[in-house]
Structures are given as C-alpha cells and as structure tokens.
C-alpha cells in the first residue's frame, strides 16, 4: 500500500499543481509578491476548507456562499466593532464544523494505518480538477452512502464535494470499502440526531447567518456604533 500510496502522490496529487504551474509565466514581475500570494491562496483554503473547492466565486452552495459573505461582510467592517466581533463568531462556528468532519475524516485515515499520509490525502485545492479523477461514479456512490448510512456528515446537508475526491484516491488505493466500513462502526447513523433537534445544525443557521449579514451591510458601522452607544448610556442611566 505504501508503494501504491507514492504511485498515487507523484501521478496525481501533483499533476494538478503541474497543470497551475504550466498557466504561469516563467518569470514573475514580482516574485516575492506572487509567492506570497500563492502561500495567502493556500492558508484560506485550508482555513476554510470550502465544500466546493473548485468554485471560485463560492457561490454554488448554499453554505459556502454563507460563509464568503461573512467573510466578506467583515472585511468591511471596522475591527473591534460589535459587528466585528458578530461577524467573527459566526465565521468560526462554520470552520468549527468543517473541521470537525475533517477530523473525523483524520480519524479513520490514522485508523486505517495513513498515519503519515493523511493530511496529504485530505488536500484537496482549488485546482484539483474532476478530469483527473480515475473513479467518480463509484466515488460519488460511496459518498451518498457515507452521507445516508453514517453521521460523519450533517445529515440535512448535502456532503462537500471536496471528499469526493479524497474517496477517489481511496478507491485508487483500494482503500475505500475499508474506510466505508470504519466510518459505519466509529459514526453510526444518529449520533448527531440530539445536535440537529436542538437547532445548532449549520442548515438550520444557514438562513440565518446569511439574512444577518445582509442586515450588516444594510445598517453598516456608524449604525453599530450608535446601537452600542445607545446601549452604554442606557446603562448608566440605569446605575445612576
């Protein structure tokens, strides 16, 4: 398996950065500032772990789209403003979930003996193209299973594409059935059934999040300012 494993890493996980770097020109104006970015593309993706990596414009799911508008919502927001810090819990709440599951995902991987190989097999970039995938139908298959019969997912939301190229590479490595199998016993259907009745699944917040930041744009900082000035004199008529 190993060997197979070092097969799969030179022949795919790289051809994909191949294939970016073929688009580049040879030489850069500015080189420093085109590394830097590069290294800036990579952090985000892997501190937002998008569901739909190939989506550019994180638009094409619905919790993907939520959370580049919180982003974006706070960047335009002033630092240390109550919309701010708003803002900032509701991004981390959604990272939170996306690597809980990625853990998960971790955990089996370890399992399964990838100690050393699972966080490349996890990596999955924006460039990483449905062309180079060896078995979609049954990838995509597997993943319908692991959503309907195990909680390593949200069970209201459709599964990140991202893992489907993952179990790609696991089928590659003849791995998947085993994976399939550990995720049944470590995650069996319904353990996150209290989680979601109790309204702190991300579909539920989805609606939510996105109608708040709507109303952030609306109302924008000197409307945050106002609202915690508001608050402070209310407070001190109240002491006083």
Known sequence: MGAAFKKFCCCCCCGDEDDEDEKQPLVHPDPLEYFDREVQKRRDQETNLWSEPGDASHSERDDDRALYNLLQ??????????GYRRLSVDIEAMRDTRREVRDKWKTIL?????MA?????LTVSAGTSYDRMRNAPAARSLLHTLHSETSIFSTREPP???????????IYLDAAEDFLAKARRFYPPGDDDEEEEGGTGLSINLPLLLA????????????????????????????S
């Open 212 to 239: 708040r930041v709507e109303a952030m744009n609306g109302r924008g900082d000197d409307d945050e300012d106002e609202d915690e000035s508001g608050r402070e004199d209310g407070n001190s008529s109240d002491r």
């Open 73 to 82: 919502a706070r960047g335009k927001t002033r630092m240390g403003s109550t």
């Open 110 to 114: 370890e399992n399964l003996g990838f």
């Open 117 to 121: 190989e699972a966080d490349s097999l």
């Open 160 to 170: 990140p594409e991202r893992y489907l190229f993952i179990l790609d590479r696991l």
